[in-house]
């Protein structure tokens, strides 16, 4: 089985430099081959198939940076246009912004090419990169996905591959979960989460950064500053959000043998409610 754990990483000067090229070049060929995918299709008929050789031949700045980074992206190119036309899904692969597509690559292990060393990460065309590692991993590493946040930090997910054992436990001590409409969920013993609202009770202090914000001057290190409180609002929120979760997830696992969840589609469920208020409406206007 494979199991992900993801650590903060402080990368110097250097590092962030290559780390910026890796985010670009990525960015850079997966546009590059939707373009003359699209290009191709409108004047063939045909899917065009090309490789990385031929990108890098005519632009030689991309040996820079890691090529399984940018082998990577063509892959994951290749898997919208196969779910794309498989119609696992409706949307068209779409072009990756600068500004607001998430900073992140993804490099695999070969012959040890990414490895933890006395509290560094080792990334090709890197090099060792110090990490917190907060608890030790079990399994051999496959890959891992550099990401910089919108507030400029640096994590690393890693995908372990281990063997997976689980213990048989007799069941004993069983709970339901059920949706509630003004809580989390309601348990089969009728107790209620209390989920404290962290978005309603940020709201003030976040329209007021928001407003700061669009009144800056495009381009200005004003505007920067502005843009990154913003971020870290929206940060603190989901650590909120996250922490929470984590805690709750926890305390039930600890105390229960099985959990038991009712399927619910909740799309279905709005839309129902959505054409009853319709329904209910038309008819007080027809009296």
């Avoid at 990483?9 to 850079?28: H, S």
């Avoid at 500004?99 to 990414?114: D, E, F, H, I, L």
Wanted: charged residues 30%; proline residues 2%.
């Amino acid at each position: 089985m494979n199991r992900a754990y993801k650590f903060r990483i402080y990368p110097n000067k250097e590092q962030r430099i290559m780390f910026a090229k890796t985010f670009g070049c990525v960015r850079f060929i997966y546009n590059r081959m939707l373009a003359d995918k699209i290009a191709h299709y409108k004047k063939t008929g045909q899917t065009l198939q090309t490789t990385l050789a031929q990108y890098k031949t005519e632009f030689e700045w991309l040996k820079e940076v890691d090529s399984l980074a940018l082998a990577n992206a063509q892959l994951n190119l290749q898997s919208a246009y196969k779910n794309f036309f498989s119609k696992r899904h409706k949307g068209f692969p779409k072009f990756k912004s600068k500004k607001k597509s998430r900073m992140r690559y993804t490099t695999n292990n070969q012959n040890g090419s990414v490895r933890i060393e006395n509290g560094k990460l080792k990334l090709p065309k890197v090099g060792f990169v110090k990490i917190v590692q907060h608890r030790p991993m079990i399994g051999k590493i496959k890959s891992v996905t550099i990401e910089k946040t919108p507030t400029n930090k640096y994590y690393a997910s890693i995908l372990v591959e281990y063997e997976n054992q689980v213990p048989e436990v007799e069941l004993r001590k069983f709970i339901g979960l059920d949706f509630s409409m003004h809580d989390l969920y309601v348990t089969s013993e009728g107790e209620t989460t209390n989920y404290p609202r962290f978005l309603r009770k940020s709201e003030k202090k976040l329209a007021r950064l928001c407003r700061r914000h669009s009144k800056r001057k495009t381009g200005s290190q004003n505007r920067e500053r502005m843009r990154l409180k913003v971020c870290l609002m929206y940060e603190k929120i989901t650590n909120q959000r996250l922490d929470f979760l984590h805690k709750k997830s926890y305390c039930l696992a600890e105390n229960y043998d099985a959990v038991c969840i009712e399927t619910l589609n909740m799309q279905t469920m709005s839309r129902t409610l959505k054409f009853g208020k319709l329904r209910l409406w038309r008819r007080c206007k027809t009296l």
